[in-house]
């Protein structure tokens, strides 16, 4: 079973709607989680990190966890076509040691 | 740019020879991962390093694939014996443990062709 699940997708939406990536973890150690966009060819690059139930926003993204469902969930909203991209998920057990990444959902905005 | 540097960019080796890769993390970052992706994959983790102690290394790496901190600053990893398979992009990240948690901050990665 993997750490970290994500549908791979693709998820297509038009411009300007909400995007929503979620992910299911299976480790209950998991204690900190993050949101990486990765466009194609390069590496990925942080967005958001969170390690508390409840919501975190950060402009236009808001990550949500829910630790007794073992999910974590990224929306998007007044999606760009810029956001056309891999969205992984991974997750850390408390001190960090490893970092467990899903598979990734491609997403495209449509202009 | 993340402040994370890794070289070379692009490796093609033939199957059987041993290849390098280097990593120069943010240099206040302690904490430094390798990881390898394949296409339609994440990256998978490989190994850890806490300043220059290896702390963690995947169950699943092979014993052909070394990696090293020498001064806890810049790492190395090195595959001996190339396979096809080992064909990737390694990625480095580094971080730093602050308030409770740790943040990755990657590099733009070695992609590497095995023929």
């Known amino acids: 079973q993997k750490e970290v699940e994500q549908n791979s997708g693709p998820l297509s939406v038009p411009e300007g709607a909400i995007a929503s990536l979620n992910c299911t973890y299976s480790?209950?150690?998991?204690?900190?989680f993050f949101w990486y966009r990765q466009y194609s060819g390069k590496s990925p690059e942080l967005i958001m990190s969170i390690y508390s139930n409840g919501d975190k926003e950060d402009g236009r993204f808001t990550a949500q966890l829910n630790k007794a469902s073992q999910y974590v969930s990224l929306l998007i909203r007044d999606s760009q076509p810029s956001d056309s991209a891999t969205y992984l998920c991974a997750g850390s057990p408390f001190g960090g040691n490893q970092f467990y990444f899903g598979t990734g959902t491609s997403l495209t905005v449509i202009p | 740019d993340t402040g994370v540097s890794q070289n070379p960019r692009h490796k093609i080796t033939k199957r059987g020879q041993n290849v390098t890769f280097r990593c120069d993390p943010i240099?206040?970052?302690?904490?430094l991962y390798w990881y390898r992706q394949t296409l339609g994959q994440g990256p998978e983790f490989l190994t850890y390093?806490?300043?220059?102690?290896?702390?963690?290394k995947s169950r699943l790496l092979s014993d052909r694939f070394s990696a090293e901190r020498p001064k806890g600053s810049f790492s190395t990893l090195e595959i001996q014996r190339t396979e096809q398979g080992d064909s990737a992009m390694y990625l480095c990240a580094s971080s730093t443990w602050t308030r409770n948690t740790d943040t990755q901050y990657f590099g733009p990665g070695t992609r590497l062709t095995v023929l």
């Open positions: 480790d209950r150690g998991s204690q900190s």
């Open positions: 390093f806490q300043n220059e102690a290896q702390l963690e």
């Open positions: 240099s206040e970052h302690n904490r």
